[in-house]
């Protein structure tokens, strides 16, 4: 178990419920629409493509490439002061949808633009784990 977590936290809501769920169990899930069958990412009540409500929860491949990032150098919170520099980015997954998060295992300066990644699973608290990404070999 991770020692006491003293960042800022996502709170949980009943629609983003089974995607913390997932991140705990070590899966990456996404809504996916059952009328238009687009990928959905944040957690929504509905399709942001078709406008549909009928959004059910899949397991994702967990791969993707970094679609732009950035290097934190003067953290937002005090949280983070021991972890600067980071890399603060934004991931497109192989299933279409982007989402923020950290990128781990690799020197800053050696993070580039299109790098393939693939999910790590972060145990924060008990009831959150948090989702990050690492480099992958492309396959």
């Known amino acids: ?6 960042k800022p936290l996502p709170q949980p809501t009943e629609t ?24 959905v990412f944040y957690p929504r009540s509905l399709c942001p493509h078709c406008l549909s409500p009928e959004l059910g929860w899949t397991t994702a491949s967990g791969r993707g490439h970094v679609y732009t990032y950035t ?12 972890e600067v520099p980071y890399v603060l980015a934004i991931v497109e997954l192989e299933e279409g949808p982007r989402l923020t998060t950290n990128i781990v295992g690799v020197a800053p300066e050696e993070v580039r633009i299109g790098m ?10 008990e009831e959150i784990t948090l989702v990050k990404f690492r480099p992958r070999k492309e396959t």
């Open 16 to 39: 983003s419920r089974p995607f913390w769920e997932g991140a705990r169990r070590g899966e990456l899930r996404l809504q996916r629409c059952r009328s238009c069958g687009e990928y």
């Open 116 to 125: 393939p990644v693939e999910a790590v699973f972060e145990p924060a608290t």
């Open 1 to 6: 178990m991770a020692q006491e977590y003293r």
């Open 71 to 82: 290097v934190v150098r003067r953290p937002a919170h005090p949280g983070f002061r021991d």
